[in-house]
């Protein structure tokens, strides 16, 4: 058990809903990661975030939106679904001085969001 | 830029026999290196990690790497496998410079009884 936890665990939806995902950081962690991963594009980096800030940008579509509360968990909301959608997403926690990419990272057990 | 390719995307060994994940890298600055591994249905979990200390990385379940300048390599090794490592296994790159992690696409590791 890595210590991060994400709810929920499963999530059908239809296309062009919006739908929420929550991750809560490891005790004391305060950068928190998001990722997607898909079968044809694998594992791919979302945002960081870092106490509370926005600390680094990937792949992420402009449906996407993400932010960190001023309790560290984090929320990424992924509007206008569309079935490309479907994914297990990924949120990790690193660095309780946390400032740096090259943290370890601590993962959850992932969101599997399904799209119909 | 900063970029890694895993060499092979399935790998099938005995068990007891050794185990080679091959994983290159492209990077602009001095990058961190990490090996992670997941299970199926399960998170990710750090296996190693490079950060320009030692060049040998000895990391859990007995996996070790060797960072290679040289060759941009950051293979990982096992002497002898088990079938508990049957899982995927991912290569991690990232740097402060660029601020971005990048991931391989994964290494399928198959331990045959």
Redesign the interface.
């Known amino acids: 058990d890595s210590g991060v936890t994400q709810t929920p665990k499963h999530l059908i939806t239809a296309t062009g809903q919006r739908v929420t995902l929550r991750c809560s950081p490891r005790s004391g962690d305060l950068s928190v990661y998001w990722y997607q991963q898909s079968l044809d594009q694998g594992l791919q980096f979302l945002i960081q975030y870092y106490n509370g800030e926005e600390r680094a940008k990937g792949n992420i579509l402009e449906r996407f939106s993400a932010q960190q509360f001023p309790d560290l968990h984090s929320e990424l909301n992924l509007s206008s679904l569309e079935l490309g959608d479907s994914a297990l997403y990924f949120c990790a926690s690193s660095g309780h001085s946390g400032l740096s990419v090259t943290d370890t990272q601590y993962f959850g057990p992932g969101t599997r969001l399904t799209v119909l | 830029a900063q970029s890694v390719t895993q060499l092979d995307s399935h790998v099938s060994v005995s068990e007891g026999t050794p185990v080679l994940l091959r994983c290159n890298y492209s990077s602009s600055y001095s990058p961190?290196l990490?090996w992670?591994v997941q299970h199926p249905n399960?998170?990710?979990?750090?296996l190693l990690?490079y950060?320009s200390a030692a060049t040998l990385v000895k990391g859990i379940n007995g996996f070790e790497a060797e960072f290679k300048k040289s060759e941009t390599s950051f293979h990982l090794t096992k002497p002898s496998a088990h079938m508990s490592d049957a899982a995927e296994y991912?290569c991690v790159v990232?740097?402060?410079g660029?601020?971005?992690?990048?991931?391989?696409?994964?290494t399928k590791l198959q331990v045959i009884p």
């Open positions: 961190s990490f992670y399960k998170g990710l979990q750090l990690k950060t991912f990232s740097e402060e660029y601020q971005k992690v990048t991931f391989g696409t994964g």
